[in-house]
């Protein structure tokens, strides 16, 4: 099983701030940009921002981005919005063996 | 654009079976590229897959819960099922439908998913 561990736990940062959130795989995934970014607010689903490491999914503002490969992965927010603070999690999909989730980061408004 | 909806009792009794409906809308549950998933979210936790069904037959389990779980679809009512035998306390969690797409061949993410419905065992 690979496991996905994601850092830091919480991050706290103000509106307009910037935001890096980390992923790393153990093992390499083999399928190296085999990764997924998901957006989850209070009471609602998870919301795909990110596949294939690096690519934005529909209607996904361009202050999001990805970035990474094989082992190291990172989310990027580039300017904080309001509707940003959320739980952030990775998901791996290069083992169909079993398709794994980070344990999540919390973004909270300092 | 495909849209689900988790259907099902908010409350099992221990040692019973979980059964949860996924309805399919916006789109055929046939379609080549959508593996119909299942995936549960303990409270304040994490997320944990746990399988996924075809049209075609194929399916596929998280091997933490194989035993215990079964994804079926219904192409008639564009329904897919899960149904979790023995279930604990530890079952308690939301359960979320969820799209595993597949992309030239390869299995990818999750997307769109359901809303989501919370299933608690006494």
């Known amino acids: 099983e690979i496991v996905l561990t994601q850092s830091p736990g919480t991050l706290s940062l103000s509106p307009g701030e910037r935001a890096t959130v980390s992923c790393r795989a153990s093992p390499t995934l083999i399928n190296r940009n085999f990764l997924a970014w998901y957006q989850q607010k209070p009471g609602q689903a998870p919301r795909l921002l990110i596949y294939?490491?690096?690519n934005r999914a529909t209607g996904i503002p361009d202050r999001f981005s990805g970035s990474g490969s094989g082992t190291d992965f990172t989310l990027t927010i580039s300017r904080l919005e309001p509707e940003d603070f959320a739980v952030y999690y990775c998901q791996q999909y290069s083992s169909s063996v079993v398709y794994t989730f980070g344990q999540g980061t919390k973004l909270e408004i300092k | 654009q495909v849209r689900l909806q988790e259907s099902g009792p908010g409350l099992v009794e221990a040692s019973q079976t979980l059964s949860l409906t996924c309805n399919v809308s916006?789109?055929?549950?046939?379609?080549?590229?959508?593996?119909w998933s299942w995936i549960r979210q303990p409270p304040g936790q994490g997320l944990e897959w746990i399988g996924y069904?075809?049209?075609?037959?194929?399916?596929n389990y998280n091997p933490s819960l194989r035993s215990r779980a079964t994804v079926s679809l219904d192409t008639s009512k564009s329904q897919f099922s899960l149904q979790l035998t023995s279930v604990t306390a530890a079952d308690s969690a939301v359960y979320y439908c969820a799209s595993l797409v597949v992309i030239d061949g390869s299995f990818g993410w999750f997307d769109p998913w359901g809303q989501g419905t919370l299933v608690t065992v006494s």
């Open positions: 069904t075809h049209y075609s037959g194929s399916g």
């Open positions: 916006g789109g055929s549950i046939r379609r080549g590229d959508y593996h």
């Open positions: 294939g490491a690096s």
